[in-house]
């Protein structure tokens, strides 16, 4: 799917900020789309299937070029789910692997591999399998995610931003109407579009999760009395 520019944007909120530089209103599109995201997690993609190898514990997140995983919504291991683990919780969890966690070098043996049961993410790009895969079968991960654009993302997957246009637009001009000591800065419309990032947030995170499929519908005649 081809991407939508940031800079493409420019046009439809420059009219409410004249005279604001367009570097400047290029910076508050992307930090609105990168909000937009994060709040609403309409962004989903599926992490193109991988092995796990065996005594490796910590990956990196195969990714579009320009974004960063927000969210993961499941992670299956040759279809079966994965614990989804905070880190405090797979420190808890696997204490054999707290141990290690910042031993350098890494000792497998000591991390007493196994089947993989457990995902923590650890940061943006990586993630850690719990306990250490072993090699007694070929583990194959299934992961569904939430994306975000980077900070130097130069636009993001075309329908995505058709989806959250004008969270994105409202997103950008109140913050840009709040800039202080400049001639557009206008704190009632700033107020007013802050209201409408809200509200077009609720609307779209309500349609990603509701999702387009529909179930039938039937009517059951009721008898008379």
């Not at 997140?61 to 905070?86: C, D, W, Y």
């Not at 420190?91 to 991390?111: G, N, Q, R, S």
Request: charged share 20%; aromatic share 10%; with cysteine.
């Amino acid at each position: 799917m081809a991407d939508r520019e940031f800079v493409s944007f420019i046009p439809k909120i420059q009219p409410s900020v004249p005279g604001c530089p367009q570097p400047l209103i290029l910076q508050h599109i992307r930090d609105a789309a990168i909000r937009a995201c994060e709040r609403t997690l309409v962004w989903r993609y599926m992490i193109p299937l991988f092995d796990l190898t065996p005594g490796e514990y910590e990956y990196t997140f195969n990714v579009p070029s320009g974004t960063k995983v927000h969210a993961i919504f499941e992670a299956m291991v040759n279809g079966n789910p994965l614990q989804r683990l905070t880190l405090e919780q797979a420190l808890v969890k696997y204490p054999e692997w707290a141990d290690l966690y910042d031993t350098i070098p890494f000792d497998p043996v000591a991390a007493k591999a196994s089947q993989p049961r457990a995902i923590t993410q650890t940061t943006p790009n990586e993630f850690i399998i719990l306990p250490l895969p072993d090699d007694e079968d070929t583990y194959t991960v299934r992961m569904f995610t939430a994306l975000k654009p980077t900070k130097t993302a130069t636009g993001i997957e075309e329908t995505i931003f058709d989806e959250l246009e004008d969270a994105i637009m409202h997103g950008a001009l109140q913050h840009l109407l709040l800039i202080p000591q400049v001639h557009w800065s206008d704190l009632n419309l700033a107020s007013y579009h802050a209201k409408q990032f809200v509200y077009h947030l609720a609307e779209a995170r309500a349609r990603a999760n509701l999702g387009n499929v529909r179930g039938s519908m039937s009517v059951r005649m009721q008898p008379f009395a």
